[in-house]
C-alpha cells in the first residue's frame, strides 16, 4: 500500500520529479527530471502553441479567401467582344470533346486555338474533328519544343499567335469545363472593374480516393498561404498568380507584358505570368468562382506528389537556405500535433496534450472547409483523410528541397526538365 501510495503521488517532470519507488528501508527514492528533458518539454510546449496559432491563422485565411466568390451576382455581359480561346493539350485524348464543346457554348468565343503538344493517345484526331465540325476551331500541331521553353509555354505562345484581332484571350487547361454563362459573366467582371487580366479557380473535380483525400486539402493550403485579397491588392506589386484553368486577359495588354514568350522556361507558367502582369502594372484580379468553372488537378497518388515538386522545386532554385527554413516551419506545422501528443503521454503533461487535441480539431475543421468549398461532391468523411495529406505534403517538401539542391530533374507530361 505504501509503495502504491508513493508512486501515485509522484510528481511529474513538470514537478521536476520524474518517477519514485520504494527502497527495502521502506523510504521513496525520487529522481529527479533531468534539466535537458524539462527543457524539451519547454521547447515542445512552445512549438505546440506556434502550431495551433499558424493553423487558427491559416484557418482565418483560407475562409477569407474562400467566402468571397468574384462571380457572386447574375451579371451578364451586354457589349459583344472577340475573345480567342487557346488551349494547349498533350495526351487528352479524355478531355478533347467535353473541353471544346464547354468552351464553344460560351457566347464570346469567336475562335477556338487547339494545339496538339505531341500526342500520341488521339488527341490530335478527336481535334481534326473538332475543327472539321465547327469554323471557328483551329488546330495547330507541334512536333519538338525549342530549347529553352517549357511545352505547355510554347504552346500557349503559338497558339496565342494565331488570335487574330481578338480583344481578349482566354487560356484553359483541357481540363477545364465552364458552366453556361461563365464567360460572360468574366467579362462582365473585367470590364466593370476596369480589369487587364482575371484568372478563376473553381471546383475540383477528384477522381480516386486519393484525390479526394488530399487534393482539397493542398488547394485550401494554396488560398491560405497565398491569399486572393493579397493577389488582389494593387499595392502589393508581388506575390501575384495566376491559375492555368482559367485566364483571361486583353491581347494587347499580353503582348505588351511579352506574353508566355517572356516566361518561355518557367515550368510554373500560370504563377509567373500572373506575377510579371502585376509587376509590370496591369490591373488583374484573381478569384473563386465554383459555379462557373471546374477543374482536375494531376490525378493520382504519383501526379499529385510530381505535381507538387514541379510547383515547389523551381521556386527554391538558387536559395536553398531559406527553403530549407521554410520546409522546417511547414514540418513543424504539420508535424507538431502528433509530437505533441507524443511528448504528453510519456511526460504526463496535460497540456502538451490538450494542445494536441486542439490543433488537431482546428486541422480537421481546415480539411472539412477546404472540402466542402473546393471540393462538394466529396463526401465529407474524406475530410478525415488530412493526417496521411499533410504527411506526404512534408515529404513533398523535402523531396522538392532536395531536387532544388542537386539540380534534379522534374519529369512533368513525359518530359524532362532540369530545375
Known sequence: MFARDAISSVERASGKILWARPNRTHSVVKVVAPSWLLAGELVTSAFAVLALAAWLLLLARMLGSLSSPVLDGPLHYANRTSVAAIVPMRNEAENVEGCILSLLEQKGVTKLVAIDDGSSDGTGELLARAAASDGRVEVLTVADVPIGWVGKTNACNLGSARAGDAEWLLFVDADTRLSAGALDRALAYAEERGLDALSLFGMV????????????????LLVALFPIAAVNDPRKTTGAFFVGSFILIRRLKYLEIGGHAAVAGDLVEDKALGRLAKEKGLKVALGFA????????????????????RVLAPSMRGRIWVSAGYSFAMSVLFLMPFVSLLAGVLAGSSFLLLAAAATLAVELGFALVSAARI?????????LGF?????????????????????????WRGREYRI
Open 375 to 383: 471540393a462538394p461532391e466529396v463526401p465529407s468523411s474524406f475530410a
Open 205 to 220: 473535380r477528384c477522381q480516386n480516393a486519393w484525390d479526394r483525400v488530399a487534393v482539397p486539402f493542398y488547394f485550401g
Open 290 to 309: 465554383p459555379e462557373a468553372v471546374s477543374a482536375v488537378w494531376a490525378p493520382g497518388f504519383k501526379n499529385g506528389a510530381n505535381a507538387l515538386v
Open 387 to 411: 493526417v496521411p495529406a499533410s504527411l506526404v505534403f512534408v515529404a513533398v517538401i523535402w523531396n522538392s528541397v532536395i531536387t532544388a539542391l542537386r539540380h534534379r530533374s522534374v519529369i
